[in-house]
C-alpha cells in the first residue's frame, strides 16, 4: 500500500500539470531537492542544505519554529473570530457571549486563540533564553538577536492589545493598569496614553485603535520583522553550530 | 623612506610583483581548513519534515487542551467597579511587582526601557563575544568588584523593602561569592559555574529575578497587593 501510494505520488510529480505548477519533478536527486526550496516562494529564504547538527532537538528545541508555528495558528484563529467580532463597546462582550452560546465551535475557536496567544509569549521568551545560552547571539549574528528583541516586544505588544477585545473586567482593568504606568514617563507620558487610548480613559475610541493595532499594525510589523529574522538566519550561515558539543565555542 | 610608503599604501594587485604570504605551512602540518561543524544535509526533506511534524505535534497539543480549557471571561467591563487586585497580564506581572516597591517613573520606564537597551547591545560587547570564565582574568580585582556590586544592589533594594527582588539577587550572589572560593577539582557544581562568564551570571540573574517576580506577583499577591498564599483563596 505504502510503496503504491509512493509510486503514485512519484507518477503525479512527472505531470506537465505538476511541473507546471511546482517548476520541477520529484525532488529524487540533490538538484531537484534544491530546486525545491529555492524554487519555491514560500521555501526560497531558507538555506538549501542545513547542518546536520543543526537539526538535533537539543540544538533549538524548535523553539523558533513552534513560535512561528503559533503566529500562523494565531492569524487563521484570529481571521476566524474576527467573522464573530464588533470592536464596539458593549458589542464585543455581546459577541464573546455569542462565540459562547451561539457561534458555532465558538467555544473552541476562542480557547485556541487565547491559548496560542499565551504559548507565544512564553515561547519567545524560551526562545530567546535558549539562543543567548547558546551563544547564538555572537558574531555574525549580532543583528538578528536585535531583530529577535524587537519581535519580542511585537509578540508582548500584540498580546497586550488583545487582551482589551473581549472588553470584560480583566480586560478593562489589565489595560488601565498598564495604561497608567505610561503617564510615569516624563514630558511624552500623558500625550502618549492620550494617543494610545483616543482619550483619558480606556473607552470605546481605546477599544477600536487596540483592535487596529491588533489585527492590522501589528501583525503587519511582526510579518515584516520574522521575514527579516529568517532570511537573516539563512545569510548569517544557519543557527550556530558549537565546534564541540560541550564546553566552550 | 620609499619603502614605508610602499607598505602605507597597501598591496599592489600583481601577484609577481608583490608576493604575498597568505599561509605559513610548518613541517607536518597542511594549509587544509578543518571544519568540525559536521556534515550537511540537504533542507528538503530532512528540515521540512521535522518542521512539518513540529507543527502536527504542536496543532494536536494546542486543539486538545483548548477543547477542555475554557479561556476566562469575566462581567461586561465595568469603569465603576474596580477588582482588588486590579492584575496586567502574567508577562506584566513582574513589572507591576517593580511598581509596588518603586516609584511609577522607575519601575515602568527606566527599569523596562534599560531591560530593552540592555538586552540589545549584548551581542555587542567583546566580553560577552569572548564569553571567558569568570575567574580566568584578574580574579582578586573582579571578585572585589563583584562584591561591592552586589552589597550595593542588595542595601539599594532593602531600602525601598524589595524583598522578592532582594531575595533572588542575594542567592545568585551567593552561587556567585561561592564559585569564587570553591576548587573546580572538587565536584562537578563547582566546574559547571566556575567555567561560566560574565554574561551568564548577568543573564542567569535576570531570568532568576523575573521568574520569581513573575510567580510571585501571579500566586502571591492578593487585595491591595498584599502577601497572600494561592491555596488559601481571598475574598471568595
Known sequence: MATTLHSLLDQLRETRAWKSVFRRGPALTNRTRSQAVFGNLFLHWMPVKVREKSLAVRASYYLGSISFLLFLALTITGILLMFYYHPAVPQAYRDMKDLRFVVSNGVFLRNAHRLAAQLMVLLVFLHMFHVFYRGGYKPPHEFNWVVGVILLLVTLFLSYTGYLLPWDQLAFWAITVGTNIMSAMPVIGGKLRFTLLGGNLVGENALLRFYVMHVVVLPLIAFLFIGIHFWRVQKDGGLTVRSKDDGKE | ?236
Do not use: C
Not at chain 2, 604575498?20 to 610548518?26: A, D, G, K, L, P
Not at chain 2, 607536518?28 to 502536527?56: C, F, N, W
Not at chain 2, 534599560?114 to 560577552?128: G, K, R, S
Not at chain 2, 551570571?201 to 502577601?227: D, H, K, N, Y
Open chain 2, 1 to 236: 623612506m620609499t619603502e614605508k610608503n610602499k607598505i602605507e599604501t597597501g598591496f599592489g594587485s600583481d601577484a609577481k610583483k608583490n608576493p604575498q604570504r597568505i599561509v605559513f605551512v610548518t613541517r607536518k602540518t597542511s594549509a587544509k581548513v578543518t571544519d568540525d561543524r559536521g556534515p550537511l544535509l540537504m533542507t528538503y526533506p530532512h528540515l521540512l519534515l521535522r518542521e512539518a511534524i513540529a507543527a502536527q505535534i504542536l496543532t494536536v497539543a494546542v486543539v486538545l487542551v483548548a477543547l477542555f480549557w475554557d479561556a476566562p471571561l469575566e462581567q461586561l467591563a465595568n469603569p465603576l467597579l474596580t477588582p482588588n487586585p486590579a492584575k496586567a497580564p502574567w508577562y506584566f506581572l513582574g513589572l507591576q511587582e517593580l511598581l509596588h516597591y518603586f516609584p511609577p517613573f522607575v519601575a515602568g520606564v527606566i527599569l523596562p526601557g534599560l531591560v530593552v537597551l540592555a538586552l540589545i547591545v549584548i551581542p555587542y560587547f567583546n566580553v560577552n563575544i569572548e564569553g571567558a570564565p569568570i575567574w580566568e582574568r584578574n580574579p582578586a580585582r573582579h571578585f572585589r568588584n563583584y562584591v561591592a556590586v552586589i552589597v550595593a544592589l542588595t542595601v539599594l533594594l532593602a531600602a525601598f523593602d524589595a524583598w522578592t527582588v532582594a531575595a533572588p539577587t542575594l542567592a545568585i550572589g551567593a552561587v556567585l561569592i561561592w564559585s569564587y572560593f570553591a576548587k573546580s577539582e572538587a565536584s562537578a557544581a563547582a566546574r559547571y559555574f566556575r567555567s561560566r562568564p560574565l554574561s551568564w551570571w548577568l543573564m542567569t540573574w535576570f531570568v532568576f529575578v523575573a521568574l520569581i517576580l513573575t510567580l510571585v506577583g501571579t500566586f502571591f499577591r492578593g487585595p491591595g497587593w498584599s502577601w497572600v498564599w494561592p491555596w488559601r483563596p481571598y475574598g471568595a
